[in-house]
Nanobody, 132 residues
């Protein structure tokens, strides 16, 4: 089983920073999973923010990130913690941020790593609100 739990959301002014965390747990081989952050604003589709596959040392960012966000991972005996450091936040970044995971696939990683349809496991989400 795969369990994902996000934390670290909150309210911040434009230009500020937040760091999100996602704890992955469950009896599984986390090094074989691709993981990522997605977000969904009201009335909009869920979009890929950043995804990571550390076993292959590979990362993809959404075009709108433009160097403002950094995704990373720490593995432990109990599971994995994934982070999203968000700097220079804008009001457009306001959304619910979700953590996602999926068993790694070379094909999916090369074709659609940032597509929400490529991930089966999801956390409950954490709200990020950026005020101007």
């Amino acid at each position: 089983q795969v369990y994902l739990a996000e934390s670290g959301g909150g309210s911040v002014r434009a230009g500020g920073s937040l760091k999100l965390s996602c704890e992955g747990s469950g009896y599984t081989s986390w090094h074989k999973y691709a993981m990522g952050w997605f977000r969904q604003a009201p009335g909009k589709e869920r979009e890929g923010v950043a995804v990571i596959y550390t076993n292959g040392n590979s990362i993809h960012y959404g075009d709108f990130v433009k160097g403002r966000f950094t995704i990373s991972q720490d593995f432990s005996e109990d599971g994995v913690t994934m982070y999203l450091q968000m700097n220079n936040l804008k009001s457009d970044d306001t959304a619910i941020y979700y953590c996602a995971a999926e068993w790694y696939s070379d094909y999916v990683w090369s074709v659609a790593p940032l597509s929400r349809k490529s991930y089966s496991y999801w956390g409950q989400g954490t709200q990020v609100t950026v005020s101007s």
